[in-house]
């Protein structure tokens, strides 16, 4: 019964963290007018930007933790091929230097 009650309480979808989202800028700006009248000029103004700016904190973290998951690939016959991750891109050629010691351009394009 405890673990039904506390999953009324899990955010599960994007969704459910834009509401919860908006429901901290509410109370946020709401904090942040009650400074501006506590506290008038600049004091005031460097407070409510304060309990604003906690939003995209708070925001980027909870829309961190509902990321969704990357669809599995069917298993086929063959084995997929390990990707390479540590950084490098197959996409554009890389510079290196040239096997010739005595020739004018020191680096050269890699020919993959």
Not at 49 to 69: E, H, N, S, W, Y
Not at 96 to 104: C, K, P, Q, T, Y
Request: aromatic share 10%; with cysteine; charged share 20%.
């Amino acid at each position: 019964m405890r673990k039904k009650f506390a999953r009324l309480f899990t955010i599960k979808t994007r969704f459910e963290a834009l509401l919860v989202i908006y429901a901290i800028a509410l109370g946020a700006v709401e904090r942040g007018v009650t400074y501006l009248e506590t506290y008038p000029g600049i004091t005031g103004w460097l407070f409510f930007a304060a309990c604003t700016g906690v939003v995209f904190i708070a925001g980027a973290k909870l829309l961190d933790a509902v990321r969704p998951v990357a669809p599995q690939v069917a298993a086929g016959p063959y084995a997929a091929k390990p990707r390479n991750n540590i950084g490098i891109s197959r996409n554009r050629p890389n510079l290196r230097r040239s096997r010739h010691f005595g020739s004018a351009l020191p680096i050269s394009l890699r020919k993959d």
